[in-house]
């Protein structure tokens, strides 16, 4: 602690440590979890939607519109991913996980380009590869913490 003056009126400094921009402690990567769940269910969706519409003809106002909207949650899911996975990079992650936890920037880069994939395409794979890449970070996160916590899968 430490005091200062400010226009002649004494303010007590108090130096405080937080491991993130707002210290409230609670950080899990479960909901970048339920994102990627739901970018890897969109993108099966209309992937099955493209295959029942080929005889049918797809540019019909009903397959226009479902597509639309499967695509719109794909993107705002794969967006909320990312963002999800960006806090827990930036803000809970420290240089002493560098050390203990191998591979955990390249792991949370990838992961962050395959959201930005899943967004633009419409990739089965990349919508996998984005599942495995925050299982893994999942499985970071909570050794990072020294817990056991199983991944389990809401679909």
Not at 20 to 32: E, K, L, Q, R, T
Request: aromatic share 8%; proline share 3%.
């Amino acid at each position: 602690m430490k005091e200062t003056d400010l226009n002649n009126n004494k303010i007590l400094l108090i130096d405080g440590h937080a491991h993130c921009d707002g210290p409230c402690g609670v950080y899990d990567p479960a909901s970048a979890r339920v994102a990627a769940e739901a970018v890897q269910s969109m993108t099966k969706k209309m992937n099955a939607l493209e295959s029942t519409h080929v005889d049918s003809g797809s540019n019909s106002a009903s397959y226009i519109n479902t597509m639309s909207r499967y695509a719109a949650i794909k993107e705002e899911e794969a967006q909320k991913c990312k963002d999800e996975l960006l806090v827990l990079w930036t803000d809970f992650f420290k240089p002493q996980h560098l050390e203990s936890i191998p591979g955990l920037h390249d792991t949370f880069w990838q992961a962050a380009k395959l959201c930005s994939a899943c967004k633009v395409e419409v990739s089965e794979q990349h919508a996998q590869e984005l599942m495995d890449a925050v299982e893994d970070i999942h499985n970071m996160f909570w050794a990072a913490k020294g817990r056991e916590v199983p991944w389990i899968r809401a679909s």
